[in-house]
């Protein structure tokens, strides 16, 4: 059994700066930390290990400091890190980067065939969600997202079984592995790990990847591969908060009545 | 049994740091314990950094320590009600490199010194607390941490924890500080722009001042603040001793509000943004409190000594100091094999020649006659502004009749004796 966690490493603070000019992010000085919700994705990683065994691998791609972000993750009890890093892999979007870890994952896969790869729901700064599902159509596998609980999982027969958040309620699924799964926040808690792990991480040494060392396509990597570029990056106004009108069973015309004076002022100003 | 190492340091503050650096550099296999999540979260320090001590470690730091400014001007403010006077010494020589000192910011400065020893060799474990040591025959032979699988095993323990150190203490070589030997030091990080920090203070690009302020902005209470200038920001605060603290129900952030908005102090800060919020214990005993610096296979360096110069507001030059001293003494006790309390007496004999003990013996009164005689906060401040102003003040009355008025007004304001007495006792104090 072989599991991937794909983690990201992001500023600390939902107040990042943004360069005026470049409308890039500015990193400089804000310290970094693993995306919250792939902690999520870890742990259940760690749980599907103690049950069944496993060999557990996270995954990233990023900048050379974002092996920090995986050495803490070999501290919370992860086997093996490996970061995808190369000049040509910068300035990715969700396409280029699920391309880029699809192509990183394929690797790990030939060393020892993967089964199931967990992602996070999204990042904190990127926030779109793109990149389990992204990965999953490159590599053929299954996809399962906004998981809120893995019920079983049958290595026998190559199926898992789960508990899908859903718009309307919550699905169970049955799909074949391997899988992509993204998870959900707060299906776990995080475990204080034993002390062996975090001298484990102090002395591990993070594996480094870059373009020759894997199977890729430079012109689908990094800025070159990404058709989306950012335009401008600004904050939003806050949203009005909506007028409420309770709603008098015993009289709905008097209801009625009352909405329509409203929206009749509003509407006339 | 695990491995086991030949030091374990407790602490990733720069008198731990300084140490693990130390054995390392001699070929010991040391690992540091750090409770926060990276060396540096924990730490709350006004930020003066003396260059000397870490030079001594780390040969020409400022080309890649992440420091703030040098400090070319050093303030001091006795503050009144409403006024204040100051005294400032602004030199060329300090706008010289190599500089005397620095302004830092701790969570920033920490972690690259921490980075410093871990390239060396040491393993730095953060996030993990030490929650007492393992003792067998009276010998201190590792530390248990509050991990599964937790405990670690040392010929030697260096206690770096900084103030109010547990360890020391269930070991017995001190009792809980008293609250007339520690401060509660309340800080903030002030954020201003680059260009409104060196005008407000007078200051070129890399240039910056460190203010020590005395006077009603403790009220009342023996107690110092601080304001010093970062890149773009100001490190300001105050600290006061416990018991002062609570003998007169002041909330420290109260000291703080009050201090922010004197009106000496609130044009130095309009318009900054509150960045940061911290408390923190500052151990104010001096020489006369110091513990017992080891026992069998323990040390204790740093800020879990008490060792700071609360005259000079100097600390984390002590402690980097103290650190490499200790580590120095376990290096002679490896050498020897010899891990008890007598050979580890080396670390005492070396700190006494060092300027640690040197200073702080100098300034060994300083601390019980500033807590018995707040006149030095209370009075004199005031006294040497209303003073001041009588001179300054241009009313037609001669110069000569108010020099006799603002001399009615001392003996008036602290009686002749008091003053006699109070200016043999500073004598004293820092003679
Ligand atoms: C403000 C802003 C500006 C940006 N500007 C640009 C720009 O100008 N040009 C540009 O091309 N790109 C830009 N990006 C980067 C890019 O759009 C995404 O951040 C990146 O492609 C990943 O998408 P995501 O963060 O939305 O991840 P999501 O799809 O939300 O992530 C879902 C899960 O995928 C996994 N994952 C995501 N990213 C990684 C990774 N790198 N390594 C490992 N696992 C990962 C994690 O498990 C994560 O929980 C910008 C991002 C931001 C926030
Ligand atoms: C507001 C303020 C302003 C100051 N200004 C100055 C100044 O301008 N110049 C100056 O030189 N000094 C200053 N000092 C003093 C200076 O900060 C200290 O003297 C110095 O930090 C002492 O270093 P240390 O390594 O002994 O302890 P610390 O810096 O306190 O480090 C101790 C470390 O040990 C860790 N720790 C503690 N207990 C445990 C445990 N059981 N297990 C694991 N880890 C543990 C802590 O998290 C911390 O990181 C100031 C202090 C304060 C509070």
Redesign the pocket.
Known sequence: MHIVV???QVPDSTQVK?DPVT???MRQGVPSII?P??IF?IEEALRIKDKFGAKITA????PPQAKDALKKAVSLGIDEAVLLSDRAFA????L??SYC?ACGIKALNKENPVDLVI?????V????????PGIAVRLGFSQLTYIEKIEKIDFERKEIFVYRHAEKGKQYLKSRLPAVI?VLDGINELRYAPLPELFRAARYQVKAWDKKLIEIDENLCG?KG?P???KR?FAPTPRQRGEMVSFNERNPEETARALTEKLLINKNG | MKDKFDCIVVGAGPAGISAALTLVRAGLKTVVIERGEYPGTKNVMGGILYTRPLEELIPEFWKEAPLERHIIEQRVMLVSKDASTSFSYKSKQLDEPPYNSYSIMRATFDRWFASKAESAGAIIINETLVESLIVENDKVIGVRTGRADGELYADLVIDAEGVNSILARDLGLHPEIPEHNVALAVKEILALPREVIEARFNLKAEQGTAIELVGDISAGMMGIGFIYTNKESLSLGIGCLISDLRKSGMQPYDLLDRFKEHPMIQPLIEGAQTKEYSAHLIPEGGYRAIPPLCADGFLVAGDAAGLVNSVHREGSNLAITSGRLAAQTVIEAKKKNDFTCRALSLYKKLLDQSFVMKDLKKYRNFPAIMEKNKHFFTTYPSLLSDSAYEMIKVDGVPKKTKQWKIIKNFIKGRSLWGLVKDGFNLLRAIG
């Open positions: 794909c983690i990201k943004i409308n890039t992010l995306n919700y792939d994705a995954i990233s791609m990023g300035g990715a979007d969700t280029a980067t870890l992602c996070g729901k999204q990042t700064d990127g926030d779109t969600a793109q990149v389990g993204t800025m990404s989306t570029a950012v990056v």
